[in-house]
């Protein structure tokens, strides 16, 4: 049972609160129905853990910065000897997540992956040495893609009770991993048994080539041309 005294909150206070990605997540996994920080954290891991991460201890000061702003409401849950708080999102938590999800504002993509790393330097390696961190980049995608499989049935599940995008989701998210394993493979087969060409390195540069570099490599990607003024 929502407590209406703790839902009533001013909007004054409601626009204090300093609402930071992580905290949004946490509402928006209240609204589907987790109901606990223990919930939350493994509603997380079946689905956005794999494009976004959020912590533990992220989950429970965002709950208690949205109860504060009255934006969900917790009430004693005891499970067992176990002290449990059960939450529920209210109205205003509501308008807050739709207020969120139909601000227009930039939304900057992030990716950091050391194996995308390892293989752009993947030239410093014999053939063999950089087929097998292909190799490995591969195969990491093929368990990404049968980990994603594997939690589909809960995507349909949630699509059937009318939350659809989580299953788009992790449909993007399969589709990224097989795209990723088509072209590894597609290098693999064309670069089988040979470098196109061997990889110019400060040693194999004639000294005239080095120009004021001090015998360091320079580098040979070419920025993208700029119109001129």
Known sequence: MIDRRTAKRSNSQRNDIDLTPPTYVVLGMVRLGARSGYEIKQTVELSIRFFWTISQAQIYPSLERLEQAGLIVGNADPQGQRPRRAYEITAAGEAALRAWLSR??????????????????????????????????????????????????????????????????????????????????????????????????????????????????????????????
């Open 104 to 229: 227009d504002e930039p939304m900057p993509f992030e990716l950091r992956d050391i194996a995308l790393v390892k293989l752009f330097f993947a030239d410093a390696l014999d053939h063999q040495e950089a087929v097998r961190l292909l190799r490995a980049t591969r195969q990491r995608s093929e368990e990404r893609v049968a980990a994603l499989k594997a939690v589909e049935p809960t995507g349909r599940d949630a699509a059937e009770e009318g939350n659809v995008y989580p299953l788009l989701t992790l449909q993007m998210g399969v589709a990224f991993h097989e795209a990723m394993i088509d072209v590894c493979q597609t290098f693999e087969r064309r670069f089988r048994h040979h470098r196109p060409n061997p990889p110019r390195t400060a040693r194999s540069a004639s000294p005239q080539g080095r120009g004021k570099t001090g015998g360091r490599p320079t580098a040979r990607m070419r920025e993208p041309q700029r119109d001129r003024p």
